[in-house]
């Protein structure tokens, strides 16, 4: 199998990292040789993260070239827009339809850019939901990545059944059931 290319981006805070080792757990169960790698570490909250998680048959290096990503999970908007030149045409952009202003927003040196998911609408294909509004209805907002990561896992190569064993032995033991049911909101919501 060609190497298939992941990338995750979001803000500290969001839950990358556990979203990167869950695709990084499902990929190597299936047998596959599996490199991540974490680009910006600014897991403090507010900095950007970026992690890559690449699957294939042989994987050389961990790094991602721009426009040979295959699926780019997003966290926050702007994220989202900020790496998507990395996608390659026939990729996928998962989005969560968040906004958190960075730092230069914050103390007014920018401004938050308006219509970002409309604009990646007109380079790329982008599947948006309101994860965080979606976890409040599972009464746990610290989930909504594992619901935009069951989103992503409706466009890959494992069964439902994989994922939930994976997300089994890889999340907290007393959150195991709060996370498989925010990834079945997320697989089910736009096969």
Known sequence: MAT???????????????????????TMNAGYDVKLSEVHGMAQRGGSVVTFV??????????VEVGQVDVLIAFE?????????FLKK??????????????PVVIGNAVYPENIIEDLKKEHKVLSVDAMDEAKKLGNTKVFNIIVLGIAAAHMDFTKEDWLT????????KTIDINKKAF???YEMHQ
């Open 166 to 173: 994976v997300i089994e032995n890889t999340v907290p033991t």
């Open 90 to 103: 026939t990729g996928i952009l998962i989005v969560n339809n968040q906004r958190i202003d960075p730092m």
């Open 77 to 85: 908007r702007l994220e989202a827009m900020r790496y998507s030149h």
């Open 4 to 26: 298939k290319n992941i990338m995750i981006v979001g803000v500290g805070g969001q839950g990358t990292l556990l979203t990167s080792r869950i695709l990084g757990g499902i």
């Open 184 to 186: 079945l909101i997320g």
């Open 54 to 63: 690449r699957y294939g048959d042989k994987v050389t290096e961990p790094i």
